[in-house]
């Protein structure tokens, strides 16, 4: 088995405090496996046991209570990600 760490750059997790200090919201839209995913937002201190974590599929169900009209396909997504404010990284 062969295993990769990424490491953080310096200051990130006391980065991500400032902006969740000054009100922003961060998300993180990935497509690494949930469990990559789950431990690096722990690493950066993006999570922590209260922080809830949604799937696609939660994710899809909450946009589209918001908007009936969102159309999940590659040539809308961009107007989707636009009317609800949403930024992808």
């Known amino acids: 088995a062969t295993a990769i760490e990424d490491r953080l750059q310096d200051g990130v997790p006391e980065t991500i405090a400032r902006l ?7 998300w ?3 497509g690494d496996k949930k469990e ?10 993006l999570l922590d ?20 009209q969102v159309n999940f396909d590659k040539a809308r997504q ?4 636009a009317a609800h404010k949403i930024a992808r990284v």
């Not at 969740?20 to 919201?25: V, W």
């Open 20 to 26: 969740r200090e000054a009100g922003i919201k961060v």
């Open 28 to 30: 993180v839209l990935t």
């Open 36 to 45: 990559t995913a789950v431990n690096v937002g722990y690493s950066c201190r």
């Open 49 to 68: 046991p209260d922080s809830r974590l949604l799937e696609w599929q939660e994710l899809r169900q909450i946009l589209q209570s918001l908007d009936p």
């Open 78 to 81: 961009t107007d989707l990600w």
